[in-house]
């Protein structure tokens, strides 16, 4: 395990770090509306377009750069959204730390919000279950199902590119953060 996306859940982030050993990136989805409830609807478009132009950066030093001057920028207008991008900086680029392939595939938690929306889609369509059981049923095989899907018809990462996060490369600076490069 290297990586845990999620929310800014303070016991998520512990246990990623306590019990997992892994690195914790917080959904830039989950990031966007919490940062966005600091500042007036009419200005959220601008707001997220500033946020945005960080992670369109092509290395992390020049993400991290552009992080701070767009938070030291908003700060002039709206403190708290200044400090809470202090706050998250390194977790919300944490993506950054591993190969540019997968950056936008774990930059947040999009994939596993559809597994969600599709298994409340079906359950919905069910209203009411006869017992634990049958929601068991239903919710195990969703999850079989897309699992199936992940690892047979639609690949989510290619073994080529999950080989330079589990072998120590030397140009993977996040294996070289973790002292785990031979």
């Not at 016991?11 to 990623?16: C, E, I, R, S």
């Not at 938690?109 to 634990?132: A, H, Q």
């Not at 059981?133 to 018809?153: C, D, F, K, S, Y």
Request: charged content about 30%; hydrophobic content about 45%.
């Amino acid at each position: 395990m290297r990586l845990v996306i999620s929310d800014a859940h303070q016991g998520l982030k512990n246990a990623a770090a306590k019990v997992l050993g892994a690195t914790w990136q917080r959904c830039r989805v989950h990031f966007m509306r919490n940062a966005l409830a600091y500042v007036p609807k009419s200005q959220n478009q601008m707001v997220a377009a500033v946020i945005r132009t960080a992670f369109v950066q092509p290395t992390r030093e020049e993400a991290v750069a552009q992080w701070r001057e767009t938070a030291d920028r908003l700060r002039e207008r709206f403190e708290k959204l200044g400090a809470l991008m202090d706050e998250a900086e390194a977790d919300v680029l944490a993506f950054m730390g591993f190969p540019k392939d997968h950056w936008k595939k774990i930059a947040s938690t999009n994939p596993l919000e559809r597994v969600n929306k599709e298994i409340k889609r079906r359950s919905n369509v069910v209203g009411i279950f006869p017992n634990d059981a049958a929601i068991m049923r239903l919710v195990g095989a969703l999850i079989v199902e897309q699992n199936e899907e992940w690892h047979l018809t639609r690949r989510y990462m290619s073994n080529e590119s999950l080989a330079k996060v589990i072998k120590p490369d030397p140009e993977n600076k996040l294996l070289e953060a973790r002292g785990e490069v031979a």
